[in-house]
Nanobody, 124 residues
Framework: QVQLQESGGGSVQTGGSLRLSCAAS????????VGWFRQAPGKEREVVAR????????YYADSVKGRFTISRDNAENTLYLQMNSLKPEDTAMYYC?????????????????WGQGTQVTVSS
């Protein structure tokens, strides 16, 4: 049973930084797509960043390119999202997601496993 547990959210001012963590119980011998999604009130859940467990190539939404960095620690089975230069429009609930796939999609509906989310609030 895959379990994902996010941590690290909080409230910051514009221009601040936060680092999200996701402790993941993933089979190290399987191929997964892992990523971060976010959902603001009244909006659809959208991909922020994701990467493939084998090739490690990251994908970033245009809105976060150059500001956010997704990374993983295989030894700790942990996924990270470093968020710099935060803006009020980054305010949302952030979710860690994973799914056993060989090609990583951008759509949230394609991901099988989800954490409970961690709130990020950026004030102006």
């Amino acid at each position: 049973q895959v379990q994902l547990q996010e941590s690290g959210g909080g409230s910051v001012q514009t221009g601040g930084s936060l680092r999200l963590s996701c402790a993941a119980s993933l089979d190290p011998y399987s191929t997964y797509c892992v990523g971060w999604f976010r959902q603001a009130p009244g909006k659809e859940r959208e991909v922020v960043a994701r990467l493939h467990s084998r090739d490690g190539r990251p994908y970033y939404a245009d809105s976060v390119k150059g500001r956010f960095t997704i990374s993983r620690d295989n030894a700790e089975n942990t996924l990270y999202l470093q968020m710099n230069s935060l803006k009020p429009e980054d305010t949302a609930m952030y979710y860690c997601a994973a799914s056993p796939m060989s090609i990583c999609p951008h759509s949230a509906v394609d991901y099988e496993y989800w954490g409970q989310g961690t709130q990020v609030t950026v004030s102006s």
